[in-house]
């Protein structure tokens, strides 16, 4: 294997240009991959973050009847407050808000303004001097037109189904990258909530602070924080599929640049393969001198990568890539101005052995060729 | 020269496919040859020489017949055994030297050596002798494209003699080169003939080289014409 190295090593150097302009192709697949993948990794941590901190703290104690998939299902999908402690109750309701006399449909939400559970900025709940302060995230206030200090007509229904009405003050726009906190939703105080629909007492799931230690609970389920993430997880792991899709293409490329030129210096070294054979190499050691030979592009890529790729990865890892708020309320996920990319060992090692082995493979193929040469026919340098 | 006969040939014929029929190479040889022969196959071109030294030197085998060298039946040997047999008792001298490009002229040399897994202090002294018996010690860091066409085929010998080898074949070493050369390479092969004695089969038309010849086998078609032993060869 040293001589093989050491061979496949001289040959490159000795390729000059050739050799660099392959080099140079998969050290732009290196940063490239690294960058994607550091991105969506970036994101995923930011988002697990934002949702831990605004939404799912510690997990979710989900009344049996409610199916967060299932707006049917909010209707009756509550019950009374178990007399456990950390717990911070939310109850939804179905309702309308009437923005310039459009008819919105939300999801009305109410909250303890004392909890620290989650960021939600409650507190203004309690301070204001309105009759129904409320809270909405900007999402909410971009889709309905409402600002800081408006009031809107909401109407909803109590527990007998008898609609009512009454005009709710905006006190706050809270401003965060969770969607599922914001859009389509309305936030007021869980007292007035309890007042307005007469379901004292009772609540559709509750958020559990860090000091919950769960214990079974009747009617009520236990869904852990990894659980509730999984849904965000999974979409991140799709959007990072169909990335993949990207730089597998320009590996695809960089990887047949390679293969090209493998079947080229097979072709062209043909003599050199026979005197190898000549001098007592078995076939199979010629193949797995043109294999490493072939491996090495991808180490001098990996090696020009690191050149120009570190400070240009660490440079994007500490200024962050720009995302337009437009582009990330689209995507139903919690995304944030700014995304730092993350490039952990894993990744860099990873994509270090995806390229060399997929370098090592396109070599191969070519080189096995030179199992089935007569050497004869190669000495005299005849194209078989 | 022992009386130990290292190569024998029985019976050997080859044939090559052509398009959809066949071409006779050799046909029906008979030789031996003896530790420390100086010996040469001569003839015209197509008349098997390369042929021959390929099928001794296990590049390819017999199609009927059988050829033994160093004990070893060469139809029977695997990939790996018949590289094994070049790399410990072969030494291939070419036309055109066959220098590998990217090495040096150490580099070239060590190579076989590197193969048998020798030591690199040992090794270093086994190059740097054989380099001594070509006279090209103060070249070993030069690149084949620096040599002239003597020193490039000096190099070649001292690659091929390096393990001090049973066998050294010659397949038309003296074709590329010029008078004055071609009666240098063959004085270094004669001397290391006598020296080590080590057997030499050339394969050439070169008169310079016939002259130096303790045997020459004259091939036509691919049969052998003429066995003759030459009393009076040249000697260095």
Redesign the interface.
Known sequence: MK?ALQ?GY??L??AGLRTWLNAGVLSFCFIIIIFFNGLIDGWNQQARIDSTEWEVANGHLLHENYDTSDPFSIKDGHGELPQQENLTPVLIRQASIYPDGRMVNISLKGIKPAQQTIKLPTQLLSTSDAEIPAIIGKRMANAAKLKKGDQVLLRWRDKNGTFDAANITIVDVFDCNVATIDAGQVWISMDKLWEMTGLNNRATYLIANNKYQHQNIAHWNFKDKEELLQELTNLIETKKVSGAIFYLLLLTIALLAIFDTQVLSIFRRQ??I??Y?????????VVKLFTVEGSFYSIFGMLLASIYGTPLLIYIAKKGIAFPSEAADGMGISISDVIHPVFGLSLIVGTIVLVIISATIVSFLPARKIAKM???LA?KGKVQ | MSNENIITLQNVTKRFKVGDGEFTALTDINLNFKKGEFSGLIGPSGSGKTTLL?II?S??SPTEGNATVMGKNIAALS??ES??L???HIG?I?Q?Y?L????TVFENVE??L???NIPTDKRKKMVMEALEWVGLENMANKKPSNLSGGEGQRVAIA?AIVKRPNIMLADEPTANLDSKNAHAIIQTMKKLNKELDTTFIFSTHDEKVMGYLDRIVHLEDGKVKKDELITNATQV
Do not use: C
Not at chain 1, 277 to 285: A, D, P, Q
Not at chain 2, 100 to 103: A, S
């Open positions: 001589l061979l001289k040959n150097v000795g003599k050199e026979g005197t054979i000549s001098l007592g190499m078995t076939r199979w050691e007569n050497p004869v000495l | 390929n030197g590049l390819d990939h790996k590289a094994l070049r790399n410990h291939f070419f055109v066959n590998l490009p990217v090495y190579f076989s590197i193969l048998q690659r």
